[in-house]
């Protein structure tokens, strides 16, 4: 399964926010900038992020995002299911398929994104955060 841009700017939101000091606002325009996302699309993230009470978002000159609950009461498997339009892994429904009435891969693949969620759905967002000082971004080195 692959997640939408989407919910990947959201994780990459959230994972950001949560390595910051508690009520502690981040512009839009830094996290845009220093995870090379397009700004428009973000503004669109935190906005659902800030209607599904995953954010805070203050306007103005002080203004920015913040966490609205702790990072440990936050299930990595919540913020998929809300941010993914989808989660079928496949669909059988918008296209002819001779077969479709007598296969079994449908229910396979329905088994295997319910064991992704709920594998998922066992992961804190604190489990996954990123320990952030003096506002920068760890660099990783493989």
């Known amino acids: 399964m692959q997640l939408t841009r989407f919910t990947d700017y959201a994780l990459r939101t959230l994972i950001y926010l949560a390595g ?4 502690e606002k981040v512009a839009l325009s830094y ?3 220093s995870f090379e996302m397009n700004l428009h699309h973000l503004n669109k993230v935190s906005q659902k992020l800030t209607q599904m009470g995953y954010l805070v978002s203050t306007r103005g000159k002080q203004g920015g995002i913040s966490l609205a609950r702790s990072p440990e009461s936050i ?3 919540d913020v998929v ?3 993914e339009p989808c989660l079928a892994a496949i669909d ?3 296209i002819y ?3 479709r009435s007598s296969c079994r891969l449908r229910g396979v693949l329905g088994k295997a ?3 992704f969620i709920r594998e998922l759905d066992g992961v804190k967002l604190s489990d996954v955060s990123v320990t952030i000082t003096d506002g920068q971004i760890p660099s990783v080195t493989l």
Do not use: F, K, N, T
């Open 97 to 99: 398929c001779p077969i």
């Open 75 to 77: 299930s990595v498997g």
């Open 81 to 83: 299911r809300d941010m």
């Open 20 to 23: 910051r000091p508690v009520q």
């Open 113 to 115: 994104s319910q064991a």
């Open 92 to 94: 059988c429904d918008g």
């Open 31 to 33: 996290l845009a900038e």
